[in-house]
């Protein structure tokens, strides 16, 4: 007597199966996406207090404008001579003592880390009641020790300079940064340097007439040229020489009621 095999059994048995692969196709899938999320999320720092969300939240500059995190981290110490001083408080930025960046800097996940400007760099400022009291950290006022110009400056330099290079800051990078992992080093070597690199040449040759500018000054901005410049691209060397200066002081942000009517420098005069 043939021994039969019952149809209804195995059409049970080949489901089980198939549902135990999809299973394990799913938890794959969620496990790749946990560990690739991080990669390639486009995600800001936030933070909870609203003054802390104005000097280091972010404005969106970092995905088009911003530089990678380590990139910028290691700039003043792989380029100290293009500084007036150690490290960016030189030109003015302000460092709190529990930030890990300036004041006006804001960070996001793009891939990678990457570091932008947002509002506070410009309206954030300090001021002690004595010489020799703690520097106090107003927001909202002119950033009155600020040297914009210089950063743009040092940007310019060091993007033009042979040692922006793979072989040059991985290995200062990793010194700082205690070890990226295998694809942050694969990203930095092949993609992150070399075209930060481009985009700072390109920067520099669209803002090359800043180069000649008379110096802004600390706590004063010409506004309206570069953002032309890098904005929309307009033809800075068909302007004429007085056209070419609009350097103004940084505005506060409060008390707008007695300037209305007056030309200021957000207007583009």
Same mark, same amino acid.
């Given at each position: 007597?043939?021994?039969? %095999?019952?149809?209804?059994?195995?059409?049970?048995?080949?489901?089980? *199966?198939?549902?135990?692969?999809?299973?394990?196709?799913?938890?794959?899938?969620?496990?790749? =996406?946990? =560990? $690739?999320? +991080?990669?390639?999320?486009?995600?800001?720092?936030?933070?909870?207090?609203?003054?802390?969300?104005?000097?280091?939240?972010?404005?969106?500059?970092?995905? *088009?404008?911003?530089?990678?995190?380590?990139?910028?981290? *290691?700039?003043?110490?792989?380029?100290?001579?293009? $500084?007036?001083?150690?490290?960016? #408080?030189?030109?003015?930025?302000?460092?709190?003592?529990?930030?890990?960046?300036?004041?006006?800097?804001?960070?996001?996940? *793009?891939?990678?880390? !990457?570091?932008? =400007?947002?509002?506070?760099?410009?309206?954030?400022? %300090?001021?002690?009641?004595?010489?020799?009291?703690?520097?106090?950290?107003?927001?909202?006022?002119?950033? &009155?020790?600020?040297?914009?110009?210089?950063?743009?400056?040092?940007?310019?330099?060091?993007?033009?300079?042979? !040692?922006? #290079?793979? &072989?040059?800051? =991985? +290995?200062?990078?990793?010194?700082?940064?205690?070890?990226?992992?295998?694809?942050?080093? $694969? $990203?930095?070597?092949?993609?992150?340097?070399?075209?930060?690199?481009?985009?700072?040449? &390109?920067?520099?040759?669209?803002?090359?007439?800043?180069?000649?500018?008379?110096?802004?000054?600390?706590?004063?901005?010409? #506004? /309206?040229?570069?953002?032309?410049?890098?904005? /929309?691209?307009?033809?800075?060397?068909?302007?004429?020489?007085?056209?070419?200066?609009? #350097?103004?002081?940084?505005?506060?942000?409060?008390?707008?009621?007695?300037?209305?009517?007056?030309?200021?420098?957000?207007?583009?005069?």
């Amino acid at each position: 007597m043939t021994e039969q %095999t019952n149809p209804n059994l195995l059409t049970t048995s080949i489901k089980g *199966v198939l549902q135990r692969i999809l299973v394990v196709i799913v938890g794959v899938l969620a496990v790749a =996406l946990f =560990l $690739l999320w +991080p990669v390639f999320s486009n995600s800001p720092v936030d933070y909870a207090d609203i003054e802390n969300h104005f000097k280091y939240g972010s404005i969106g500059s970092e995905s *088009v404008n911003g530089i990678p995190y380590w990139i910028w981290k *290691v700039l003043p110490e792989l380029f100290p001579e293009k $500084l007036p001083g150690k490290g960016y #408080t030189s030109l003015g930025f302000i460092k709190e003592p529990d930030k890990d960046l300036p004041v006006g800097f804001s960070q996001r996940r *793009v891939f990678i880390d !990457r570091v932008g =400007l947002n509002c506070a760099v410009c309206h954030t400022g %300090t001021l002690r009641h004595t010489p020799n009291s703690e520097h106090q950290v107003i927001t909202t006022m002119p950033a &009155n020790v600020l040297n914009l110009q210089g950063y743009i400056k040092f940007l310019s330099a060091v993007g033009v300079d042979e !040692r922006f #290079t793979a &072989n040059r800051m =991985l +290995p200062e990078i990793e010194k700082i940064s205690g070890g990226l992992n295998p694809i942050e080093k $694969l $990203l930095y070597r092949f993609i992150a340097i070399p075209q930060t690199r481009d985009a700072l040449i &390109n920067q520099a040759s669209r803002l090359k007439f800043v180069e000649e500018q008379p110096d802004w000054g600390p706590g004063r901005v010409d #506004t /309206f040229n570069p953002y032309k410049a890098i904005q /929309f691209h307009f033809p800075m060397d068909k302007l004429r020489e007085d056209e070419l200066i609009g #350097t103004s002081d940084f505005p506060s942000v409060w008390n707008q009621k007695p300037r209305k009517g007056l030309e200021l420098h957000w207007d583009g005069k």
